[in-house]
């Protein structure tokens, strides 16, 4: 495997508050990495460390094995990102923004701007200035200057904000594309889950500065749990045949009866026919799978519980 951006026992702490404890990470070329947690929770300033924006209290980072410091700009050559809110220059347009952000990057390729405006869907908005742009086109722009140097990492602070729906789905096809078909390393962070369940192919969990969870995508739908949901004409008498037959139901919040039990989930028919049998026919059953935001809540949970 080639690891392209590491960090090891990463933290910041500000007089006496510690932002990020050694928080080790390792992406490979061509992932996409999902960094989530509650606001707060240490990623942003894990991203601006990386990024040499701000200096770690103790650890290291590294970019393509190459140790993060002020000193080494080269490093940065191949790096795209936006963090946070999109910066750039109200009074002049998109064209000229990204046309001086092309000079500060040191950028020579002639159709770059144009280039990275056609793949933003910004052409149109060229001339239009930046002050006067909506606030997903402001978005769009803040992408743009990131994919300008044709990065090799890319590193995503809040990406979809103020995109609408087919915004979101425009930019994870990019992003996808990307790392599939040219292999660029991707760092995002998002506060929208079942898009980063969607698009990351690993996920990690930052909570009170603390790197508490990682797992790869695939391994997600083992750690997601599946609840058997039943509505009958008769729940409460329904909910007694199965305390009987050896089940463990409740009665969930709208007043439908939910099993977690494996053998019941795996088995809905089972379940079906008994109810049928004594009496009481499911007029619905379902099996509903608990999405990654709600995994995220109940680990953070934990972690406090703990």
Same mark, same amino acid.
């Given at each position: 495997m080639n690891t392209v951006l590491q960090t090891k026992n990463l933290s910041k702490s500000y007089q006496g508050f510690q932002a990020v404890q050694d928080v080790s990470l390792k992406i490979e070329k061509g992932e996409i990495y999902g960094f989530i947690g509650l606001n707060g929770a240490g990623k942003t300033t894990v991203i601006r460390m990386l990024l040499g924006l701000i200096r770690p209290s103790e650890g290291t980072s590294y970019l393509q094995g190459e140790k993060v410091h002020l000193k080494h700009h080269h490093l940065w050559e191949k790096v795209g990102y936006l963090v946070e809110t999109p910066h750039f220059y109200p009074e002049l347009t998109v064209q000229e923004n990204l046309e001086v952000y092309k000079k500060l990057r040191l950028l020579s390729h002639p159709d770059a701007v144009t280039n990275v405006m056609a793949q933003l869907h910004l052409t149109k908005?060229?001339?239009?200035?930046?002050?006067? $742009?909506?606030?997903?086109? =402001? @978005?769009?722009? /803040?992408?743009?200057?990131?994919?300008?140097?044709?990065?090799?990492?890319? +590193?995503?602070?809040?990406?979809?904000?103020?995109?609408?729906?087919?915004?979101?789905?425009?930019?994870?096809? $990019?992003?996808?594309?990307? =790392? @599939?078909?040219? /292999?660029?390393?991707?760092?995002?962070?998002?506060?929208?889950?079942?898009? +980063?369940?969607?698009?990351?192919?690993?996920?990690?969990?930052i909570h009170q500065g603390k790197l508490i969870q990682e797992f790869e995508s695939q391994e997600l739908k083992q750690l997601l749990h599946q609840r058997l949901v039943i509505d009958t004409r008769h729940n409460q008498s329904a909910l007694s045949k199965l305390s009987a037959a050896g089940y463990s139901p409740h009665l969930n919040k709208t007043g439908s009866i939910e099993i977690r039990e494996s053998v019941a989930v795996q088995h809905p028919e089972n379940i079906s026919r008994l109810l049928v049998d004594v009496g009481f026919p499911p007029a619905q059953i379902t099996i509903e799978e608990e999405d990654l935001e709600s995994y995220f809540l109940e680990v953070i949970k934990n972690e406090e519980g703990d």
């Amino acid at each position: 495997m080639n690891t392209v951006l590491q960090t090891k026992n990463l933290s910041k702490s500000y007089q006496g508050f510690q932002a990020v404890q050694d928080v080790s990470l390792k992406i490979e070329k061509g992932e996409i990495y999902g960094f989530i947690g509650l606001n707060g929770a240490g990623k942003t300033t894990v991203i601006r460390m990386l990024l040499g924006l701000i200096r770690p209290s103790e650890g290291t980072s590294y970019l393509q094995g190459e140790k993060v410091h002020l000193k080494h700009h080269h490093l940065w050559e191949k790096v795209g990102y936006l963090v946070e809110t999109p910066h750039f220059y109200p009074e002049l347009t998109v064209q000229e923004n990204l046309e001086v952000y092309k000079k500060l990057r040191l950028l020579s390729h002639p159709d770059a701007v144009t280039n990275v405006m056609a793949q933003l869907h910004l052409t149109k908005y060229a001339q239009v200035k930046a002050g006067n $742009l909506s606030l997903g086109n =402001a @978005q769009r722009l /803040g992408i743009a200057k990131a994919l300008l140097p044709q990065p090799e990492i890319l +590193i995503l602070d809040e990406p979809v904000n103020g995109l609408d729906p087919a915004g979101i789905i425009e930019i994870r096809k $990019l992003l996808q594309k990307l =790392a @599939q078909d040219q /292999g660029v390393t991707i760092l995002i962070s998002s506060h929208l889950l079942s898009e +980063i369940a969607k698009i990351a192919t690993k996920i990690g969990i930052i909570h009170q500065g603390k790197l508490i969870q990682e797992f790869e995508s695939q391994e997600l739908k083992q750690l997601l749990h599946q609840r058997l949901v039943i509505d009958t004409r008769h729940n409460q008498s329904a909910l007694s045949k199965l305390s009987a037959a050896g089940y463990s139901p409740h009665l969930n919040k709208t007043g439908s009866i939910e099993i977690r039990e494996s053998v019941a989930v795996q088995h809905p028919e089972n379940i079906s026919r008994l109810l049928v049998d004594v009496g009481f026919p499911p007029a619905q059953i379902t099996i509903e799978e608990e999405d990654l935001e709600s995994y995220f809540l109940e680990v953070i949970k934990n972690e406090e519980g703990d």
